[in-house]
C-alpha cells in the first residue's frame, strides 16, 4: 500500500503520467477519476495517447519529485496550479 494525497492505494495501482511530467517537466495538473484512477499532467493541451504512460502508482511516486506538495483531491476532483509552488485551484471534473 502506498499513501498518496490524502488516500491509501495499491503500490501497482496503475496510473497515467504525460511523457513530459515523466521526462521532467512538474505535474501542474492531477486528476483523481471518479472510478479511482490517478493521472499527472504537465498542464499542457494536445496530448495524444502516445503522450501518456500507464505505470504503477508507487513507480511515479518514486520517480517525481514535485509528487510530495499534491494536495488531497477527492474522487470526481482535479487540482491545478500555474508553475510550481503555485496554489492549487481544486475542481470537481466534469462527467
Not at 496510473?15 to 499527472?40: E, K, M
Not at 492549487?88 to 462527467?95: G, P, Y
Amino acid at each position: 500500500m502506498i499513501d498518496f494525497a490524502g488516500y491509501s492505494f495499491q503500490s501497482n495501482k496503475a496510473s497515467i503520467v504525460c511523457t513530459h511530467v515523466w521526462n521532467g517537466h512538474p505535474v501542474l495538473l492531477y486528476a483523481h477519476d471518479r472510478d479511482g484512477d490517478i493521472q499527472f499532467y504537465c498542464g499542457e493541451d494536445g496530448h495524444s495517447m502516445s503522450d501518456a504512460l500507464v505505470l504503477g502508482l508507487a513507480e511515479i511516486n518514486d520517480h517525481l519529485q514535485s509528487m510530495q506538495d499534491i494536495p488531497v483531491v477527492d474522487p470526481g476532483h482535479s487540482a491545478e496550479r500555474a508553475q510550481v509552488g503555485g496554489p492549487w485551484t481544486i475542481r470537481e471534473m466534469a462527467d
